[in-house]
């Protein structure tokens, strides 16, 4: 019940961190923006288990999707099957971290968060590439990337630390589980 909560609580918080991020002014010196919704998806990733990480992925996916559909000459510049492969697959690899470090950590979520960012907003150039044609790298674009990831990073570390407080709501069901049986003397 108590993980059911947090999984709503993670899953509204999707949609506003999308809306928030607009919100925020830019960052000099060409305006970059803070991407919000990458950081909410590394911490809802390493706090839910498994089945429920890759379902909040999929809604991480949606809401990442929807706001950047364009249509351009009838076609929709980005679509959602990207969008959906793209956090899944983040999914599995910070499960996996997670498996790995023993749980949730701030540095693997700080670190997370600037590896999805980096690789969200280098993909959507590259889509955007190749669609459009052309490849115009210049510092600008490097300054559009380089900066919302470093942003994330800097980020990330308070949100983890004021959303940890919702996740012992969803362990306190591990205690009340029967214990592992102990094949040690």
């Avoid at 990337?145 to 470093?150: M, N, Q, T």
């Amino acid at each position: 019940m108590r993980q059911a909560i947090l999984f709503i609580i993670l899953l509204l918080l999707l949609p506003v961190s999308e809306a928030f991020q607009d919100l925020i002014p830019g960052i000099p010196p060409s305006q970059e923006r803070i991407q919000l919704l990458p950081v909410v998806f590394c911490f809802g990733v390493l706090a839910l288990p498994l089945v429920r990480a890759l379902f909040f992925a999929l809604a991480a996916a949606l809401v990442q999707g929807l706001s950047l559909i364009q249509i351009q000459s009838g076609q929709a510049e980005f679509g959602l099957t990207l969008a959906v492969v793209f956090f899944l697959s983040w999914a599995i690899a910070l499960q996996m971290t997670s498996e790995v470090t023993h749980g949730m950590r701030w540095e693997v979520h700080a670190l997370g968060s600037g590896l999805v960012t980096l690789s969200l907003l280098s993909g959507e150039f590259l889509v955007l590439c190749i669609k459009r044609g052309g490849m115009p790298v210049d510092l600008t674009v490097l300054y559009r990337i380089a900066v919302p990831s470093a942003a994330a990073v800097l980020v990330s570390p308070p949100l983890y630390f004021a959303l940890r407080n919702l996740v012992p709501l969803a362990s306190g069901d591990a205690e009340a589980a029967p214990k592992k049986p102990s094949f040690t003397r």
